[in-house]
């Protein structure tokens, strides 16, 4: 697959393990993921993808998606109290990527009865986006491959 293609079609946990791998630094501490610049052009790709696959949704989707959350689940809350958790849980959803939250929301809506605690959304949404912020991590603090033990 093209790199141009993959980066922009895919999210970085499923870019090719050839971009970005496991690598212990020998100057740098133990964190698990770290990117080797072996080609400068590609690396500046990845920087640039990886900012894009961190993007937060806008306000008003957030908004919109637990609104259909709500009429999916049943809720204790009602009018003004589901009005302020809705606002509430959208304010800490724009911490997160913009395709991951609409994901667990619709997977939450399609198989869970409830509406969510939030103690119950932020761990399915740490859960899926911690990967991908490993990666954004090691873009941003490369090695170089004479480090790499």
Known sequence: ????????????????????????????????????WENRTEAAALAEAVERWLVPASREDLLRWLGELALRTNTARKGPDMEATIKLYARDLSEYPADIVR??????GRREKWFPAWAELAARLDEKTAKRRRIAEAVKNPIKPEDVV
């Open 1 to 36: 697959m093209e790199l141009t293609t993959m980066l922009e079609t895919n999210p970085p946990e499923l870019w090719d393990s050839s971009l970005v791998k496991l690598h212990r630094s020998a100057t740098k501490p133990w964190t698990g993921w770290h990117l080797v």
């Open 103 to 108: 994901g667990v929301l619709d997977d939450w």
